[in-house]
């Protein structure tokens, strides 16, 4: 069984700061991929990043860049120039290359401060 | 804006009826799965649907049902609802394990 820990409930930072959400999991699988969603207030799941296991580079999007280490099963994402529209429940998940099923952890609340 | 569209956005019901809940998935994607997330929580697996087959499902008992119609649209229906079927059903579609692209959500209160 696959299993995704975000250690961190809460999270804040100052407007245009840089933080950083963190994000373990487990699997046994060596073949997989990761994902961080944000969900605003809104309520809809929003692709922010994903990475590719067999790939040693991190995945950057525009501010969101991701820190993967395979080794520790750590995946954490970085959040430059915070921006309050960034504010949001943000979610580490995984899938299994040939599963159906994406495993998400318990979330992170990141609050921007203006 | 994803493109994946679920109706309706909220809905109350009453324990013991039943509710089916839509889905249109993202133009050119065949796979719908189905999540459940309550309060405070992450999202959890309910099933998925691949052409219209079911193709995997979560550890949710057997009056969660599903559907997947050719044009990929998809419905959740649950029977006998309890308390604890209350949540956001989130539906999301993809075409590989490149990433789901999720709906807005169904809140469904069950009173």
């Known amino acids: 069984a696959q299993t995704v820990t975000q250690s961190q409930p809460e999270m804040s930072v100052q407007e245009a700061e840089t933080v950083t959400l963190s994000c373990t999991y487990d699997t046994s699988e060596s073949d997989y991929y990761l994902f961080w969603y944000k969900q605003p207030p809104s309520r809809q799941m929003i692709l922010v990043i994903r990475?590719?296991?067999?790939?040693?580079q991190n995945a950057t999007e525009n501010r969101f860049s991701v820190n993967f280490q395979k080794a520790a099963k750590s995946f954490s994402l970085k959040i430059s120039d915070s921006q309050l529209g960034d504010a949001a429940m943000y979610f580490c998940?995984?899938?299994?290359?040939?599963?159906?099923?994406?495993?998400f952890g318990q979330g992170t609340r990141l609050t921007i401060n203006p | 804006e994803t493109g994946v569209t679920q109706s309706p956005t909220h809905l109350i019901k009453t324990r013991g009826q039943q509710v089916t809940l839509r889905c249109s998935s993202q133009?050119?994607?065949?796979?719908v799965s189905w999540y459940q997330q309550a309060l405070g929580q992450g999202p959890q697996f309910i099933f998925q649907?691949?052409?219209?087959?079911?193709?995997g499902r979560g550890n949710f008992p057997p009056r969660f049902s599903g559907l997947q119609f050719p044009n990929y649209s998809s419905e959740l229906n649950v029977n006998a609802l309890e308390l604890d079927d209350s949540a956001l059903y989130l539906c999301?579609?993809?075409?590989?394990?490149?990433?789901?692209?999720f709906g807005p959500g169904t809140r469904l209160t069950v009173t």
């Open positions: 998940a995984l899938i299994i290359q040939g599963a159906q099923k994406l495993v």
């Open positions: 649907y691949y052409r219209e087959e079911e193709n």
């Open positions: 133009s050119g994607h065949n796979t």
């Open positions: 990475q590719e296991a067999y790939k040693q």
């Open positions: 999301a579609s993809s075409l590989n394990e490149g990433g789901e692209y």
